[in-house]
């Protein structure tokens, strides 16, 4: 990297839905701030043997901007859980991944 200190870039990844779901946590909404001044949705615990942690993309910590195109900007968490459960078995995630990546 160019010697930024913070650089994060936004990736899509499409999993598929397993017998455990998507395979991982999330924290956040704007009911329930997991990081000061931010509604967003982060994830918090990649499950193993789930489907985000087969992938391998998917981290801890990495924020979630859309589900299946649908923006999650001030939505509070349970209508993120929501849009996780009408998803279907194949979902495509926008993701904002952290800067510190190999």
């Known amino acids: 990297m160019n010697g930024s200190l913070h650089s994060s870039k936004v990736v899509d990844i499409k999993l598929k839905r397993g017998p455990a779901g998507l395979g991982f946590n999330i924290v956040g909404g704007v009911d329930q701030q997991y990081v000061v001044n931010d509604s967003g949705i982060y994830v918090s615990k990649i499950k193993e043997d789930g489907s ?43 993701v904002l991944q952290k800067s510190s990546r190999s």
Do not use: M, T, Y
């Open 52 to 94: 985000a942690a087969e992938d391998g993309r998917l981290q801890e910590g990495d924020k979630i901007l859309a589900i299946n195109g649908s923006n999650l900007e001030n939505l509070r968490h349970r209508e993120v859980v929501d849009l996780f459960r009408k998803a279907g078995n194949d979902v495509e995630l926008k």
